[in-house]
Structures are given as C-alpha cells and as structure tokens.
C-alpha cells in the first residue's frame, strides 16, 4: 500500500473520534431536544442547561487532556475518551431524572474533549512533512460530520415511530454506533506513526500570551455556533417542519459540512494561518442570518447550506493555525488550551441563548445570540499576528 493511501485510512479511522464526540455526543441532542423538552417537560433554560453542562465537562476535558496524553500516551487516551463516551451515550438511554442527565452530559462532555483533541492531534501528525496535512484534518474534522448524517438518518424514524418517548431510543442508537466506531478507531491508533504517538510538551506562557487573539475569538466561535446548533431544529420545527422535514435539514446540514470541510482546507491552505479563524467566524456569521431574517423552511435549507458548509471549519482553522505556527512538540497542549476557551463559550452560549428565548418567549430571540457572538469572535481574531512577532 502506498504512503498515500496508508495515510489516508489512518485519518478515516480517527475520523470515527469526531464522530462519536460530535455528531453523536454534542449535535444529536440537538434532533433529540424537542422530544425531550415534550416528555420531560422542560424550559429552555433546563434544555440549554443540558449543553452548558456538556460545555462544562468539556472544558475539565480540555484542561485535562494533555495531561492525560502525558501518562496514558495520546493514542490510549483518545480511544478511552470514545469508549466513555459511548458509555455515557448509552446511560442517557436510561434515565429521565434531570440531574442525572446533568452528570452524564457533564462527564460526556470531558471524555468528548479528549476524544476530539486528541484524535486532532493525531490526525494532524499522521504526516506532517509531506504536504498532505490538513488533507489529514479535513478527513478528521469531516468524521464529525459524518456522524450527523448518520444520526440524520437513524434518528428521525425512531422518533416518528415511537413519539417524545423515542428519545430513549435516540440516545441507545448513537451509544451503539459509537461502541462500533471503537474498532476502526483503534486500529487506526494501531496504525499511526510513531511520531503522531510521541508524548506531548507544554505550552509555554509567552506563546499562549501571544495567542491570546485566538483565545477570545475561538471562545466567541464556541458561544455563537453551539447556540445555533442546540436551537435550530426547534425553531425549524415552529416554522412547520415535522419529523422527516427537520431529518432533511439535518442531513443537508452534514452533508454541507463534509463538503465544505474539503473545501475550506483547500482555501485556509492558501490563507496566512492567522486570518483562517477570523474568515470562517465572519462565513458562519452569514450562515446564521438567512433562517432570523426570513423564517421558514427554505431560509432553513440555506442556512443548512451556509452554515454547515462552514461550521466545522472552524475548529480546523484552529488546528492548521497551531500546527502552522507552533513547534510540533506545543501542538497537543496549544489545542487542548485553545479548546478550554472554546468550551467556555460553548458552556455560555446555550443557557444565554435559552434565556432570552424563555425572557421573549421566542427561541428565534435567543438564536440571534449566535450572529452577535459570531461578529464578535471575527473581531477578536482578526489581532492574531504571528507568535514570533
């Protein structure tokens, strides 16, 4: 087999990791929101709870995943953030108790967080000098796309067929074709360099002072894409969009990512690493508008278009700004601190947006929380000069 090729089936397998940590553990809820919300009769604030939750535990996993990597070794870390991550997903099947559902979300949202970063950082090394890098993190960064097609499709007929009750269902479903993913995964992790495996160095204060532009911009992106992403299916559902109508927003919605995935590498290749964030903040930004400026199903499939060919970007900008910028040895602990400030955000987001929508009565009052945050995370990335200047 050639290199190439050799390459590229390492980086589908770690692809799984995306996957599992954000199709089926972070974008899932958001189809199985509305039944949730239905059956357990919640506000928008305890719905936007449940993924500040996540957020919370994410941000105790990206603190921790260096660390981790440190003793475990990046490959045995990341496979062990997906195994409890499909644990988690298979407990949320189990229970209704808003509490315990608080704690499985929390802790999920950690063992996602060693998942996602690591497997980035793997991906991101598979092979770094020959050119073919973020060839590499776009199949990585696209798993995470992949896994919301998938749960396009699986999750929707659960839900038409058992009604608010099929929620359950929903959560065993993606625990299950997150077990399965362990497979693919790890023996991608079989298969890695031995450099993608090498233990990862720290991240010294002055380069992280130098990064700060980064930090607040990426911490902004957090806010705003993850309000749009936990709301959107239920203002879709206002606008008159019953089960297979929001399934196939949410497929086009994954299959825009994936491909918008391929081309935003091609262009953020071309783009001086310090503007690649501050571009896709701006792109998301008008992905957001269409559905807030005129409600209703077709504005929805544009923004399905605009705004899933163009989330995922994002945290792919961050990982080709690292590697492009910093010495191989600072890539692992820069991405795990870059995405403490991204799930502060991610934590914030939600509840606020959830907020303003139970304050107005109106969840399209609180989507706009994601524009606003998005303007402002372009604005705070746009400073990011070079870490030797």
């Known amino acids: 087999m050639s290199a190439g090729r050799h390459d590229i089936r390492v980086a589908l397998g770690l692809a799984t990791g995306a996957a599992v940590a954000l199709g089926f553990s ?16 919640w506000s928008y604030v305890q719905a936007g709870a449940m993924n500040t939750a996540n957020g919370a535990g994410y941000i105790v996993g990206a603190a921790t995943a260096a660390l981790a990597a440190e003793r475990l070794g990046i490959g045995r870390a990341f496979l062990a953030g997906m195994a409890a991550s499909a644990a988690v997903l298979v407990a949320s099947g189990l229970t209704g108790d808003f509490h315990a559902l ?4 929390t802790f999920g949202g950690a063992m996602t967080a060693f998942a996602f970063i690591l497997g980035a950082s793997l991906a991101s090394a598979v092979a770094p000098t020959s050119g073919r890098a973020g060839l590499m993190v776009a199949i990585y960064i696209a798993g995470g796309s992949g896994g919301i097609v998938a749960s396009g499709f699986v999750l929707p007929p659960l839900l038409a067929a058992f009604g608010p009750p099929g929620w359950r269902a929903g959560w065993l479903a993606m625990g299950g074709l997150a077990l399965a993913a362990l497979v693919p995964a790890a023996l991608a992790v079989r298969r890695a360099p031995a450099a993608a495996l090498g233990q990862p160095g720290r991240l ?3 380069v992280a ?4 532009p980064s930090f607040a911009g990426y911490a902004l992106f957090g806010a705003g894409y993850v309000s749009y992403m936990t709301f959107i299916i239920v203002l879709v559902r206002e606008a008159g969009g019953g089960p297979w109508a929001t399934s196939g927003y949410w497929v086009l919605l994954g299959v825009s990512s994936i491909a918008g995935t391929f081309l935003w590498s ?13 571009i896709v903040s701006g792109a998301l930004l008008l992905g957001a508008l269409p559905v807030l400026l005129a409600p209703g199903l077709p504005a929805a499939y544009l923004s399905a278009v605009l705004f899933g060919g163009t989330f995922m970007a994002g945290p792919m900008a961050i990982t080709m700004l690292v590697r492009r910028l910093l010495a191989p040895a600072q890539a692992t602990a820069a991405l795990a601190s870059l995405t403490v400030a991204f799930a502060l955000g991610q934590a914030a987001g939600p509840i606020a947006s959830g907020y303003v929508s139970d304050l107005t009565g109106s969840i ?3 989507l706009w929380l994601a ?5 402002a995370s372009a604005g705070a990335a746009a400073f990011q000069r070079g870490v030797g200047s």
Do not use: Q
């Not at 972070?26 to 059956?39: C, G, I, N």
């Open 371 to 375: 524009p606003v945050a998005l303007a």
């Open 364 to 366: 399209a009052a609180g």
């Open 266 to 278: 091609r262009h953020l290749g071309r783009t001086r690493a310090e503007l690649g964030p501050a």
């Open 209 to 212: 002072w130098a990064l700060w």
């Open 204 to 206: 010294p204060l002055s």
């Open 102 to 105: 608080v704690a499985l979300r």
């Open 26 to 41: 972070r974008f899932a809820y958001a189809l199985l929101l509305p039944p949730m919300r239905e059956d357990l009769a």
